[in-house]
């Protein structure tokens, strides 16, 4: 699975949109990219996931750019609750198991 | 809630012990996955199950060893434990194989080793 690159530490003013960047620039046609967000230490929990088309649902929006070498994970009104760390995980379709990086703390300040 | 249970929340446990994890996957999933996060180490994948049978290992220990059955819960048995597994142990459960479904998480079991 390609390696993804997110920086470790984002603020976010709580209401603003939190706009969480990821870098997957050797990404194969088949490999989706997955968010997933871990509160403390709660497990981590899955967000959203797209291919190559950009995806929304309640809980945020992915924006994949068109040559699929970086991704977007958009939270509309962040509040407090989005303190989490974030990870941005490209897997190959397929029942294969998750790599986790060090994702991006986001913290969303009051 | 995501439809994952993992007992016990807590286990307090001695060196040269012995423990099981247990995890129960959502309705109808059959893939059961496996990780362990240690501060020093993050989150990382140990073993998985498909269907009752292993599927894929990842940075398992040998003291360490899993099964799934035929209920499709299944138990991940941590031997003769250093103070070194101290961690946080997740399971993770997706539906039918071989398609790009979210693998969803339950809450851990905490292992401290005294």
Redesign the interface.
């Known amino acids: 699975d390609a390696k993804t690159t997110q920086p470790p530490s984002m603020d976010c003013a709580e209401g603003r949109a939190a706009n969480l960047p990821c870098n997957h620039s050797t990404i194969s046609g088949n490999e989706?990219v997955?968010w997933y967000r871990q509160i403390h230490?709660?497990?981590?929990?899955?967000i959203i996931?797209g291919?190559k088309n950009n995806e929304t649902n309640e809980m945020a929006s992915l924006i994949i750019t068109e040559d699929r070498k970086s991704s977007t994970l958009i939270l509309p009104h962040a509040t407090l609750r989005d303190t989490a760390v974030y990870?941005c995980i490209v897997?190959s379709?397929?029942?294969?198991?998750?790599?986790?990086?060090?994702g991006t703390r986001l913290s969303v300040i009051a | 809630d995501?439809g994952?249970t993992?007992t016990p929340k807590h286990l307090i446990t001695a060196t040269g012990q012995r423990v099981t994890l247990r995890c129960s996957p959502r309705s109808g999933d059959l893939?059961v996955?496996w990780?362990q996060?240690s501060l020093d180490q993050?989150?990382?994948?140990l073993i998985?199950y498909?269907n009752g049978e292993e599927?894929?290992k990842?940075n398992i220990l040998e003291r360490f060893s899993a099964q799934q059955f035929p209920d499709l819960h299944s138990e991940l048995n941590l031997s003769s434990l250093e103070l070194g597994d101290s961690a946080?142990y997740?399971c993770?459960t997706?539906g039918t194989?071989?398609?790009?479904q979210?693998?969803?998480?339950?809450?851990?079991t905490?292992l401290s080793i005294l």
């Open positions: 989706y997955y230490s709660q497990g981590p929990q899955y996931h291919l990870y897997r379709s397929g029942n294969t198991p998750l790599v986790f990086g060090k | 995501s994952v993992q893939s996955y990780y996060q993050g989150l990382q994948f998985q498909y599927r894929a990842g946080l997740f993770a997706t194989g071989f398609s790009n979210p693998q969803h998480f339950g809450d851990g905490r």
